[in-house]
């Protein structure tokens, strides 16, 4: 497509790059010495180099023996917890909650969750990811965060039914007060943690919450097979069968891992009435040693979007959405038994479109085309690890790394140059978190926020 004679500059040229292309059936492909214009935060048009020469712009990248691809999403994370990473190792899902993650989190202040999520986007826009579903608390903090360092976002603030009827007003007025925010970059989902954790009461009035306020609804569900087995044994029904009972299937759901989604679950998924997707984080699966990962095939065969994830860096350690669409890719041909299964470009698939239309965003993210989002993020294939390319899908879901993400931009705004974090400092938020780690990592008050009995 030809960019526009406009009189204004361009915002951004980025020239002589191989670029991540969509057909119109969504089929990956690569465009080379291509050229992006950017216009008022949006992709105006992907070109040739050639046709750009003469174009004037306000900012202008050489990105040779670079590929732009769409911004990556970690569809589920709680970005504040980079400042757990490392606490609770190698512990049993029921004792890392009640144990360690629980009693800490009931120290939580706004200004740790601030500290938390400046670091966390650091290490995101570090990685290439620039759009994440976080599900936490203090989300304001979060929001402030996000606003100011250029990310995009959906957020919501996590409850439990333990904590009254205030819990589900403060994630109501959360979604409401931010919907929007940003300039638009920050989209909001009411929060309940999860069926264990809120009774079917309040599942059934936040599934009449989202409908009334027309916003979507992000849980954890079916996280394990434990959690399958332990409903199924004192209420006689799946947690994706509470979900439907009490109409969260209804509104547009995002869901956490559903590693425990059954057979019994899929006629369900298959006939909700909102738009369905689950968000696969198989690092933090592996770690926790449970016995399966998210059926991705199932799945997709019944037209339910799976999006990449990494989950809080307490459970694994890492906020790399690059790791996760090599694992998935790995894990997913192991647990199917078919090397033929996922392929690079199905993986890359579920990176951008799948990802996107998991949170929300599928209109507007997701792909480089004219008329979206311009999220991109340059990635370098000069190194050894990346050479000789045969395969260039391949090249990129299993051989290069998030480190080889050069630039990162947002709504056309660059974020990161040649690795150079450009709207958060590092040392500066590493410093005051250390400083204040004594107080938050405390567990001798013997208190915790919920009780993990599933």
């Known amino acids: 497509m030809t960019p526009s004679a406009a ?47 003469d174009l004037a712009a306000v900012e202008r990248l050489d990105a040779r023996g670079q ?7 970690n569809c589920h994370t709680h970005a504040p917890m980079v400042a757990l990473r490392g606490l ?24 740790d969750v601030e500290l938390g999520a400046r670091l966390a986007c650091a290490e995101m826009i570090r990685a290439g990811v620039t759009c994440f579903a976080d599900h ?15 990310m995009r976002a959906l957020l919501g603030e996590a409850y ?39 009774d079917d009461t309040d599942l059934t009035a936040t599934a009449r919450l989202a409908r009334e306020h027309a916003l979507p609804v992000h849980l954890h569900a079916a996280e394990n097979r434990d959690q399958t ?37 899929l006629p369900l998924l298959e006939r909700a009435g909102g738009r369905t997707a689950v968000a696969t984080a198989p690092r933090g699966y592996l770690k926790f040693a449970w016995p399966g990962t998210t059926p991705v095939r199932a799945l997709r065969d019944i037209g339910v979007d799976v999006g990449l994830a990494t989950d809080g860096a307490a459970s694994n350690n890492s906020l790399d959405v690059w790791e996760s669409m090599a694992l998935t890719s790995l894990i997913q041909k192991s647990s199917e038994g078919d090397p033929r299964w996922l392929t690079s470009r199905q993986a890359l698939h579920h990176a951008t479109l799948q990802s996107a239309r998991a949170v929300g965003l599928g209109d507007s993210i997701g792909s480089i085309a004219p008329g979206r989002r311009a999220d991109i993020v340059l990635v370098d294939l000069t190194g050894p690890h990346t050479q000789p390319v045969h395969d260039l899908a391949a090249t990129l879901v299993h051989s290069a790394r998030s480190a080889d993400v050069r630039t990162t931009v947002v709504d056309g705004r660059i974020l990161m140059r040649d690795r150079k974090l450009l709207t958060i400092d590092v040392p500066e938020v590493v410093g005051e978190l250390e400083r204040r780690l004594p107080a938050l990592v405390d567990r001798s008050h013997g208190r915790r926020i919920q009780e993990y009995d599933t």
């Open 160 to 198: 439990f039914s333990s904590q009254g009827p205030e819990g589900q007003e403060r994630s109501l007025e959360f979604a409401l007060r931010h919907r929007g925010f940003a300039e638009g970059r920050i989209t909001t989902a009411l929060a309940p943690h999860a069926p264990y954790t809120v």
């Open 7 to 53: 009189d204004s500059p361009a915002e951004l040229i980025i020239s002589a790059c191989t670029v991540l292309v969509h057909d119109d059936q969504e089929r990956i492909g690569f465009q080379e010495d291509a050229a992006i214009v950017v216009r008022d935060g949006l992709v105006e048009a992907v070109t040739t180099t050639g046709a750009v020469a």
């Open 136 to 150: 936490y608390f203090a989300m304001d903090a979060v929001a402030a965060v996000v606003a100011e360092c250029g």
């Open 67 to 73: 590929v732009a691809l769409p911004g990556l999403i």
């Open 88 to 111: 609770a190792e190698d512990l049993p899902t029921e004792e890392w909650f009640n144990d360690v993650v629980w009693p800490v989190e009931s120290n939580l202040t706004a200004e």
């Open 229 to 265: 087995d332990t409903s199924l044994g004192r209420h006689g029904v799946t947690p994706i069968q509470v979900l439907e009972r009490t109409g969260i299937l209804d509104t547009d759901v995002l869901l956490a891992h559903g590693t425990g989604i059954t057979d019994r679950d």
